[in-house]
């Protein structure tokens, strides 16, 4: 048989040993993790990792220099790792040595199974003592992996320095702690039986921890867990975590504990799930992937981050959506107290207030400063960055939304319905969303800036406006838009429209104490979770969330916007009953709208068919900022 033909025939009955054992519900057993050798394989990196920077960057623009591995004494030459744990990356040194001494960074994505080599590689040129390699991410959250790495030299042999940071720590906790030290014990999945043993997957909810334990066996049986970083498709560097045997005479064992969120390496929403085998049989079976929930807003803040890129510094694809889902990103860490996530609001600002071409933010250039043709997606950046100046007091963030309020405010317009401002460049339409938002941000730098009169002035003149444009019907429900001949058009009741006008008249009423202000929030607030336009069975629901209708990209994150702007007359008014209808939007989306990876859809009564992405999942947080955030 030809060495080409045994390969083929050895694949097939490869993939259907593989199939038999995932109909029979089984997994494959995977192998134990092993240490690596010394000698690194001549590999380098294929694609460069971006995640703060990319890398190669030069050791000088580090912005701190510590050594968390033991130096290495290589003949007389010193090896050091550097590592920056504020650019998440690392770089080699050596010292005291000789021409053609050389250095370099390994890194691993599988616990030093395998790895990327001769990373950087530098050799001391004559006259010189010493060199040091450029930087390299330690992770790479963009592509969900975890790394390890290491520093190598060669001096008449290789010597490397210890992996850097194997354990992942979350807090105080970190891989390796044990259970009976958890907060709680809990099972958010089924069990999982094999052979007569079962297998359960364990959570300490509060502080995101997870242990297996299997029960019902013998010795030898073995219990595991593997960690992923992209819900569950992959899981290199996090399989069989904490693998145990049960012990002769026994017959359950369970593992140590292992974290699901890895901050220094930027890495969020871990997912874990508990595997073991019986100690007769090769097979394996695993429960179900879980992300834990130390409340609910952290799980769905936890989940949303995920899908952030960080090197580029927004959630890819869509540009508005992008500034109100870290608008609903800061709310949570101002109503939670939390700074988790405070370096995701400086990202997002300093890798986008630039500009940017036709296609890569949005289908319109963005001329700087958060700015394009489409005068709603400015203002939506305006409204997030006034919320960032709430949670850090950095004046850059208001200063920024001045700069963008004082654009919108160029296209307010008395020469076409006595006012309003136009929704886009071209002056096509005058609507809800850009005029709720005008309103909102006006009223907001009132309020922030010491002795303005104005934005207060701007502010008092577009709520007249607004309340006489007819944007609002008879119902109290807030239309999408007025007519060629300034009349309400009668067109979809979206939650946002309705959600904006609430939060800026709330804000009105903040800022002048005019009791007119705050009977017009309470008035399209009531009638917002009365009518069945939005509110069905005491749940907030758009149009596109009924029967078999579908929500495009856009109107994924509506119901999110007026969630927290009810939020705000609920807080204002004190009122019980704004107080349940936002605890119901959040008890209806934890119960029937959550899988057990915390994603949320849009369909926040659970209904189907469902939809679900970043951009749902920004939304359901708002909802759960709202009612848990305190």
Request: proline share 3%.
């Amino acid at each position: 048989m030809s060495a080409r033909l045994h390969r083929v025939l050895h694949g097939l009955l490869t993939l259907a040993i593989a199939l038999a054992i995932a109909l029979a519900g089984l997994v494959a057993l995977p192998t134990p993790s092993r240490a690596a050798p010394s000698r690194a394989a001549p590999s380098r990196a294929a694609t460069p990792v971006c995640a703060l920077a990319c890398d190669t960057l030069d050791p000088s623009k580090a912005q701190r220099d510590t050594f968390p591995v033991p130096n290495v004494n290589l003949g007389g030459r010193t090896l050091k790792l550097h590592v920056s744990d504020p650019d998440s990356m690392a770089w080699a040194s050596i010292d005291n040595g000789v021409t053609g001494d050389a250095v370099w960074l390994d890194r691993s994505w599988d616990r030093g199974a395998t790895w990327e080599g001769l990373l950087g590689k530098a050799s001391i040129p004559g006259t010189w003592t010493g060199t040091r390699t450029l930087m390299y991410n330690l992770t790479d959250p963009v592509g969900h992996r975890r790394g390890w790495l290491r520093a190598c030299g060669d001096a008449a042999g290789v010597t490397c320095t210890d992996w850097v940071y194997p354990k992942v720590c979350d807090g105080t906790f970190c891989d390796g702690a044990d259970p009976a030290t958890a907060a709680g014990d809990d099972r958010p999945v089924p069990s999982t039986t094999l052979f007569g043993r079962t297998i359960s997957l364990h959570a300490d909810q509060k502080n995101g921890l997870a242990w297996g334990v299997i029960e019902s066996g013998g010795a030898g049986d073995e219990i595991w867990l593997d960690r992923s970083w992209d819900t569950g498709a992959t899981w290199p560097e996090g399989s069989s975590l904490g693998r145990t045997s049960v012990a002769s005479g026994k017959t359950s064992t369970r593992t140590a504990m292992f974290a699901t969120r890895d901050p220094r390496g930027l890495m969020f929403g871990g997912a874990v799930r508990a595997c073991g085998r019986a100690a007769s049989h090769q097979e394996g079976s695993c429960t179900a992937w879980v992300r834990p929930a130390p409340s609910r807003a952290r799980a769905a803040a936890d989940a949303l981050m995920a899908s952030y890129h960080t090197y580029e510094g927004w959630w890819r694809s869509s540009w508005w959506n992008s500034a109100v889902a870290v608008t609903s990103l800061i709310d949570f860490a101002q109503r939670t107290g939390r700074h988790d996530y405070d370096w995701v609001i400086a990202r997002t600002f300093e890798q986008n207030r630039g500009t940017f071409a036709p296609g890569e933010r949005s289908s319109d250039a963005v001329e700087g400063h958060f700015i394009s043709r489409a005068i709603d997606d400015a203002a939506w950046w305006g409204v997030a960055w006034l919320a960032a100046y709430d949670h850090t007091h950095e004046r850059r963030y208001l200063d920024e939304a001045v700069t963008i309020a004082a654009y919108v405010h160029q296209y307010w317009d008395t020469g076409t319905c006595g006012g309003g401002v136009w929704w886009d460049r071209e002056r096509t339409y005058k609507n809800a969303v850009t005029n709720g938002l005008y309103l909102w941000l006006t009223t907001s730098l009132h309020r922030r800036i010491s002795g303005d009169t104005v934005w207060g002035d701007r502010a008092a003149t577009a709520a007249t406006w607004y309340l006489n444009s007819g944007l609002i019907n008879s119902a109290g429900l807030v239309n999408d838009g007025l007519t060629a001949g300034c009349r309400n058009n009668s067109q979809t009741v979206w939650s946002y429209n309705q959600g904006l006008a609430i939060g800026a008249f709330t804000q009105l009423w903040r800022s002048t104490g005019n009791a007119q202000y705050l009977d017009t929030a309470r008035r399209l607030a009531d009638a917002a979770t009365t009518s069945a336009a939005l509110t069905r069975d005491g749940v907030l629901t758009e149009s596109c969330d009924t029967g078999g209708n579908a929500c495009d990209d856009n109107q994924k994150q509506f119901k999110g916007v007026f969630m927290r702007h009810f939020a705000d007359l609920a807080d204002a008014t004190g009122s019980a009953a704004y107080r349940a209808y936002i605890k119901k939007q959040a008890d209806s989306i934890w119960a029937t709208d959550r899988d057990p990876l915390n994603r949320l859809g849009q369909r926040w009564a659970g209904t189907t068919p469902n939809q679900v992405d970043w951009r749902t999942q920004a939304s359901a947080l708002g909802a759960l900022t709202a009612a848990d955030g305190r």
